[in-house]
C-alpha cells in the first residue's frame, strides 16, 4: 500500500511536468504569432514624410481653391500620419521634434474652419516655415519644402463642386 501511495505521488509529480499537447500547440501559435510581427511591414519616417509632402501640397490647392472640405480632409491626413509617426519610428530621434508642428496645426484647422482664405494663406506659409525649422533641426536641413506651384496630382479637382 505504501508503495502505492508513492508510486501514484511520483507519477502526479512527472504528470505535472510534462506539458500537455494543448499547451504545445497553444505555445507554437503564439511563437508563429511573434515571427509574424516581428517580420510585419512598418513604415519608415520616409514614408511618413513622403505621405506628408503629398498632403501638403493637396492641402495648399484645396485651400487656394476655398474647398474648405477638401482642406479639412487633407490636414486630417496630415494629422493622422504625425499621430502615427511615434508609435512606429519611435527608435528615431527626429520624432523628438514632431511636436514643434502642433501649433500651425492647430491654426491652419482653424483657418480653414472659419473658410478664410487670406488666413489660411498665412497659417500655410507657417506651417511650412516650420517642416523646413523642423527638417533643419534635426539635421535635414537639406530637404526644404515650398509651397507647391503645381498640383502633385493632375487627376483631382480641387475647386468645390
Known amino acids: 500500500m ?76 496630415i494629422q493622422e500620419a504625425l499621430n502615427d509617426i511615434p508609435k512606429y519610428c519611435s527608435d528615431r530621434p527626429e520624432v523628438k521634434s514632431i511636436g514643434m508642428i502642433s501649433a500651425p496645426i492647430y491654426n491652419i484647422t482653424n483657418a480653414i474652419k472659419e473658410k478664410d482664405e487670406k488666413k489660411f494663406v498665412n497659417d500655410f506659409t507657417v506651417l511650412t516655415a516650420t517642416c523646413n525649422d523642423c527638417h533643419k533641426e534635426t539635421n535635414h536641413g537639406f530637404n526644404l519644402i515650398k509651397i507647391p506651384d503645381v498640383p502633385p496630382v493632375t487627376n483631382q479637382v480641387f475647386k468645390p463642386q
Open 2 to 77: 505504501k508503495n502505492s501511495i508513492i508510486f501514484i505521488i511520483v507519477l502526479s509529480f512527472f504528470g505535472c511536468k510534462q506539458p500537455s499537447s494543448s499547451n504545445t500547440v497553444l505555445q507554437k501559435q503564439v511563437d508563429s504569432l511573434q515571427i509574424a510581427v516581428n517580420n510585419a511591414y512598418k513604415p519608415g519616417l520616409g514614408e511618413f514624410m513622403s505621405e506628408i509632402q503629398v498632403h501638403h501640397a493637396k492641402l495648399w490647392f484645396a485651400g487656394k481653391e476655398e474647398n474648405w472640405d477638401l482642406a479639412n480632409f487633407e490636414i486630417g491626413e
